[in-house]
């Protein structure tokens, strides 16, 4: 087990104006499972394949423990990676595939025989050690991928979006199996993916990316109930939280004829750094209510409902005083009294259920 510390990491291509990944620093913890998520091309990759040598580290440095592992080739860093493709090897059995590294360092044959059976039993492969990968399921692959990087016992795993070729099913099931796997074994765990529901259900710590440059890095709780700007608000939660820039006055922000209240401190900074005005404010839809309409709620226009067993998903629109005609919204609600289409409702965030952000910065209020 041990500690990997991102310093100023950054990865700059040739011919690209900004950086793939942009002065990392990022510490994570021994045995900790940390995410990197974000939506494409934002660096959390790149930032995989830097730690593992396979990327080279423009700027900056990175440590495994207290040794600097900027410039040492893979095989030097004591990791194992996990990829997207599983990069099994197609002429070898199962046990062939875990046993080669062990075979590489020249392993006794009666400690890799112990290993490979103990961890083919630990992934319930011991049926299938004699198959080849082709007569195996895409879940029974990734199994085999995982076991091949347990079997070297390395200080750390490293696993790029390993779930994305399995079914939605199958992707709910072996991720459980992998969260529980890693709390078992305690090897710290760098794992990437860009779906913020894998994130948010597998990662001790969630570290959020955008461009290259990290926007912030908290448990799932936190990253849910305090986002530290507008991007990270509107990325985390599943559907999207409502983010609005609406025009701001002494008591809050105003949509329409709905006040939502802001304290004098969010005032002060909603209207500082370029404010003009205006502030940004957030609300989850599982955050909001159907009211009445002389309950100041703001009237909105169903234009679809999605009911998925459990609630419903009510989208609808209005014209705020934003200069935007027609904003959407989402709010979820009990599935057992949804309105029509084309129906007026009034939407109304729960008490002191909404973020704040100021409209130039984006940073939280």
């Not at 795993?157 to 072996?174: G, H, I």
């Not at 507008?230 to 025009?247: L, R, Y």
């Amino acid at each position: 087990m041990a500690t990997v510390t991102y310093t100023q990491a950054s990865r700059i291509y040739p011919g690209t104006p900004r950086p793939a990944v942009n002065q990392l620093d990022l510490e994570i913890g021994d045995g900790e499972f940390l995410v990197l998520v974000g939506p494409s091309g934002c660096g959390k990759s790149t930032s995989l394949r830097m730690l593992a040598g396979l990327e080279d580290v423009d700027e900056g440095a990175i440590y495994i423990d207290d040794r600097d592992v900027t410039r040492l080739p893979p095989k030097a860093r004591d990791i194992a990676m996990v990829f997207q493709n599983y990069a099994l090897y197609p002429h070898m059995s199962v046990y062939e595939n875990m046993a080669f590294a062990l075979k590489l360092r020249k392993t006794p044959k009666s400690e890799i025989d112990r290993k490979v059976k103990e961890t083919a039993t630990l992934l319930q492969l011991e049926d299938f050690l004699s198959r080849k990968p082709k007569a195996l399921s895409g879940g029974q692959r990734q199994r085999v991928a995982m076991g091949r990087a347990i079997v070297r016992e390395p200080q750390v795993f490293l696993m790029d979006e390993p779930l994305s070729n399995l079914d939605a099913k199958l992707r709910v099931q072996t991720r459980s199996q992998i969260a529980t796997l890693q709390a078992n074994l305690g090897i710290t765990t760098v794992y990437v993916t860009h779906d913020q529901i894998e994130a948010m259900t597998m990662g001790h710590r969630v570290a959020v990316l955008l461009d290259g440059v990290l926007q912030q890095v908290d448990s799932p709780r936190v990253l849910y109930d305090r986002p530290g700007n507008v991007f990270v608000a509107g990325f985390i939660g599943s559907p999207a939280m409502n983010i609005k820039t609406v025009p701001l006055t002494e008591q809050g922000a105003r949509f329409v004829d709905m006040i939502l209240p802001l304290d004098r401190k969010q005032v002060e900074s909603a209207n500082s750094e370029g404010g003009n005005g205006q502030v940004t404010i957030g609300f989850r839809p599982e955050d909001c209510a159907l009211v009445s309409a002389n309950e100041g709620g703001m009237p909105i226009t169903v234009d679809l409902v999605e009911e998925t067993g459990a609630d419903a998903l009510v989208y609808g629109a209005v014209a705020l005083d934003n200069g935007n005609e027609d904003e959407r919204f989402v709010v979820r609600i009990d599935p057992r009294n949804v309105p029509r289409l084309n129906e007026v409702v009034y939407v109304r965030p729960k008490s002191d259920a909404h973020h704040a952000f100021n409209a130039a910065t984006g940073l939280r209020l």
